[in-house]
């Protein structure tokens, strides 16, 4: 039933994958990336996009074989590119039998079927494959139950164009209450009736985990936030000394896990939460409000920032546009910038006079810019190589005791 196959992870839809290992890479799906360039947006921000969107493509097991830019000023409402562009990728997937073409905006239902009709491939747009990697990545219920909700809620308005037997829509000739006028609005009552019961299970999920944070008391609540792939899990492990999933992936982490952490008999709860990222399908959002629950009671936000990505600046932004969007960006923050360990830069010549920028920015300088200009407190540390941690564990213990001492003032000769 394509009910069911909808919420199949792509990979998971592939032939049967054999046991050979030189076989695996063959079996891969082969894909080309497509970006619209805006006007006035740089080349090398464009460049870094298609760089994610590529990750994203490698985290669903899709393998990118070429990449098609087009500066425009918009993206086409028809088509997405030019038609000249349009021919030109549709060519080159025929010729390089390419499986799917994956573009880094959401298309519209009208851009998906008139694309469709070009293409000799699959398409997908970049919500879906971000739908499709939580889903491949959701262990719990609660977050399998969330993104299944996100999923419908994305097909619902184009239900028409996906399946093949919802083709008949059209109905007998010169009438409008065909079959196939049936069979589509059947479907769609079914994702609709399915909307509403994800969204009971939902809200029942959601009142036993209000329960389990009620429960917790008054203790101090400290969240660790930042865009997907930081390091986040990995700090967590570190300061809590627990074993939360990390991996080199996008979204490695879906679920928020809480764990109890004591620095010097003062305790405190901590929470690592799902990683944010540049275009979150608003559907995710939306599912995903009561998981951040725990970013929004929070009292102390740990915001951490992969200093060696070439736009973490643009990441910053990012985070802290969501944090607003879901009613926490009047949090306190303490700016964490890992893996300094990976940071690199290009060292300009001693006679050249032309003003520094992040590409030719030590280290060492890059830190004196963000100490100078940061309105929050900040720590460069590398989680993964444990440099600068005692620092960090040190200014952590001081902002969760400052804010226990305002909560517990007769409780502050203990510490």
């Known amino acids: 039933m394509w009910r069911d196959a909808f919420f199949l992870p792509f990979s998971v839809l592939k032939k049967e994958i054999v046991n050979k ?14 970006a619209v360039i805006r006007d006035g947006q740089p080349i090398e921000q464009a460049e870094e ?10 985290t669903a097991d899709i393998v990118t074989v070429k990449r098609f830019t087009q500066r425009l000023p918009q993206p086409s409402s028809r088509i997405y590119v030019g038609p000249g562009k349009l021919e030109e990728i549709a060519q080159y997937c025929e010729q390089n039998e390419i499986d799917v073409v994956i573009f880094d905006d959401e298309l519209s239902p009208a851009q998906t079927r008139n694309i469709e009709k070009e293409m000799p491939c699959r398409l997908l747009d970049r919500t879906r494959l971000i739908l ?6 959701a262990r719990t219920a609660y977050a399998k139950t969330q993104v299944q909700l996100a999923q419908y809620e994305y097909m619902l308005p184009r ?3 996906m399946w093949t037997h919802l083709e008949r829509q059209r109905g007998g000739t010169g009438t409008r209450g065909g079959a196939g006028e049936r069979e589509i609005e059947t479907d769609r009552r079914i994702v609709r009736n399915r909307i509403t019961k994800l969204k009971e299970d939902l809200s029942k999920i959601d009142k036993q985990m209000a329960v389990q944070r009620s429960n917790r008391g008054s203790m101090v ?6 865009y997907t792939n930081v390091g986040k899990s990995t700090l967590m492990n570190l300061i809590s000394k627990s074993e939360v999933f990390a991996e080199n992936k996008l ?3 879906l679920d928020t896990t809480v764990r109890k952490v004591v620095f010097d008999n003062l305790p405190f709860l901590m929470s690592d939460t799902v990683g944010f990222i540049r275009k979150l399908p608003t559907q995710l959002i939306e599912s995903f409000k009561s998981t951040l629950d725990e970013v929004r009671e929070a009292d102390l936000l740990l915001h951490v ?10 990441q910053i932004a990012v985070v802290k546009q969501t944090l607003q969007d879901i009613g926490a960006g009047d949090k306190p923050v303490y700016l964490i910038f890992n893996k300094i360990d990976a940071y690199t830069y290009e060292k300009k010549d001693e006679d050249d006079l032309t003003p520094a920028t992040k590409k030719n920015l030590s280290l060492e300088d890059l830190k004196q810019s963000w100490i100078a200009k940061a309105n929050t407190p900040c720590i460069f540390i590398s989680a993964a ?3 600068n941690i005692e620092k960090l564990r040190s200014d952590l213990y001081g902002m969760v005791r400052e804010i226990h001492s305002g909560r517990y003032p007769f409780n502050n000769f203990l510490y």
């Open 385 to 387: 190589e444990r440099l």
């Open 251 to 253: 979204f490695a982490t």
């Open 49 to 58: 996009y298609l760089a994610e969107l590529e990750f994203l493509a490698e």
């Open 132 to 137: 499709d990697i939580f889903l491949s990545r």
């Open 305 to 314: 920032v992969d200093i060696s990505h070439p736009g973490f600046e643009d």
């Open 21 to 34: 290992p030189e076989e695996q890479e063959d079996l891969r799906e082969r894909a080309v990336l497509v």
């Open 221 to 226: 609540r400290v969240a660790l936030v930042g």
């Open 159 to 161: 239900l028409a164009g």
